[in-house]
Each structure stands twice: as C-alpha cells, then as structure tokens.
C-alpha cells in the first residue's frame, strides 16, 4: 500500500509542478486513503509535499526566467503570514467541515479555469490596479489552504491569470507564493505532527525528484492551453471522488 502511495504521489507530484502547485489536494486524499489520520499526519504531511513540490519548481522557473520576483514579493508574503493562521484554525473545526470546504475550493477554482480557456493569452503589462485585489485573494487563499493542508495554490493560478499573467508565468508566480504558505503552514502544525519519519524521508524524496521532471516539462514543452485544461480535468475529477 505505501509503495503504491508513493507512486501516486510521484505522479501527482510531476503534474501540480507543471502547474506552479504543490499537489496537497490530492496528496492529502492519498495518504487518508492508506490509513493515515486527517489532522495529525495526512494534513501537515500534505502541506510539507506541497511545498518542496513548489520549491522545486520554483527554482526550475527561476532558471528559465518566467518568475516575477517583485511583483509576487507582496503575495508571497502575506501568504507567509496568513498560511500558519489557517493551520491554527484547522484545529478547532469538524473534520466534515474541512471536507466540505475542500470540495468546494476545488470546484471553483476547476470552474474559473475552463472560463479562462476561452480567453487569449495576455501580452501587456499587469494593470497595477489590481495588484491590492490581488494580495487581498492571496491571502485568503493562503488561510484557507493553511486549514485544508494545502499551499493555497488551487485559487492563486486562476487569480493571477484573471490579473493578466500569461500562463507560464502565472504557474511560476504561484510556485513562489505556495512555497511560502506551504512552509509556513506547515510549521503551523509542527506542534500536532505525527507522521513517521521515514515516510517523511521517502516522500519528500519522491517529489523533489517528480517536481523537477514536472517544472522542466512546463518550462519547455508544455502550451499555455494544455496547462490550463489538465488543470481544470483534474480537479473536477477530485472535488467528484471527494465528494462521493
């Protein structure tokens, strides 16, 4: 069961670093699926893949030039500071609750995306008006991935592409903001944090290796329309699954 779990988790590792995220949404489902508790291991162990996933990326970005450093700066770190928040407050909601909010969270965002594959890839400049609405969803999506185990970045990717970012690079900004609050967000639960030590070695291994696989493919060989529809198709068949 666990070697099967860490090939899931590979798999899912290449692909949500194709997309600038973490893959916490469906590495959180895995490691319930083979027996883990939600709160002590699945969750803060979730939260800690996503973000070496992310950082993996970043850095892959980081050397094919597509991250905005600056301009991410003021996202990134009020996800920082708003990620542990959300883990705090993990604690005192019901486990059915979390589930539900995570439901919904993945169907939103899959609806914002396919509304965007009508839409032609920007070429201007981001309208610096909506830099503050921006930081605003940031952080909101920082709280709320804080509770759910995830880096956040299920809405950031829609919300920076909806600012004007061309896909590529929206991918890489959100691999900047989610290191942040994944990290973060996982010291937030160090306190509660139960999961075996070995299978933390293990996994972290794994995405590491699946990220940069993944972020070289996006940086490289990936087409704008294809991240976004492969993002759309995966998390309606997750927010499906979970729901059921």
Known sequence: MVILAVVLIFLVSMLFAMLGMGGGMLHVPILLWIGFDLKTVAQPLGILLNGLTSLMALIIYWRHDLVDW???LPMALTALVLAPVGALAARAIPTQVLMGIFIAV??????RTLQSLRQAEPVDAVPAKRWIWASLGVGVAALTGGMLGLGGGTFISPLLMWMGYPTKKAVAATAYIVTFSSLSGFIGR???FKAPWLLVII???TVLVAAGIGSQLMATKAKPQWIKAAYATLLILVGIKLAF
Do not use: D, E, H, T
């Open 70 to 72: 600056k301009g991410s």
């Open 106 to 111: 993945i169907v939103l965002a899959a609806l």
């Open 190 to 192: 160090l306190p509660y």
């Open 203 to 205: 996994l972290s291994a």
